[in-house]
């Protein structure tokens, strides 16, 4: 199996686009004829309610491929957005799913990425069902592991768990003292 799937799929994909923080790369009900990888910067999946909020369906960082599941559909069900600088490939959609058929290796691989984006989202969820602060952030240590991020990144951790970075950096502070 593929020791880097994404390194693989980068290999294969067409030349990488530059795009700037801001930048739209696809919206809702467009159709899908490319995957996405990213590899460099931070990409949102942005779905937009009808009350006029929105929630972050995945963030996507360095080494992942965007909307994986948008492989099986026809149109795209949110927006993506650039959120910082990014570096990413496009990987034209019928030429992934023919490799896909072709390469039992790579196949293999993908369907794993699927599974741990399973998993992932099922921790999540699992956090987000969670009603303290000090509870969530039990649960995301569970998930990710007992050490912190550096000090610039917990910001990200209050937007995985769903709480504030003020509720977030208060929880730390009580930890520390007890």
Aim: charged share 30%; proline share 4%; glycine share 6%.
């Amino acid at each position: 199996m593929y020791e880097n799937f994404v390194e693989k799929l980068v290999g294969r994909a067409g030349k990488p686009r530059e795009l700037d923080t801001g930048t739209t790369l696809f919206y809702k009900d467009d159709p899908i004829r490319q995957i996405f990888i990213i590899e460099e910067g931070l990409v949102e999946l942005i779905r937009h309610q009808r009350d006029g909020t929105s929630i972050v369906l995945q963030r996507a960082s360095r080494q992942s491929v965007l909307a994986e599941a948008s492989l099986y559909a026809e149109f795209y069900h949110c927006d993506a957005v650039i959120r910082s600088p990014s570096r990413v490939c496009a990987f034209p959609k019928p030429d992934f799913l023919m490799l896909l058929q072709k390469d039992e290796d790579l196949s293999n691989a993908w369907a794993a990425q699927l599974a741990r984006k399973v998993q992932s989202a099922r921790s999540q969820i699992d956090i987000l069902s969670r009603k303290t602060v000090s509870d969530r952030l039990d649960g995301w240590f569970a998930w990710r592991g007992n050490k912190l991020p550096p000090k610039g990144q917990w910001k990200n951790i209050a937007i995985e768990i769903g709480v504030s970075p003020e509720a977030l950096y208060r929880e730390l502070a009580k930890r520390r003292s007890d």
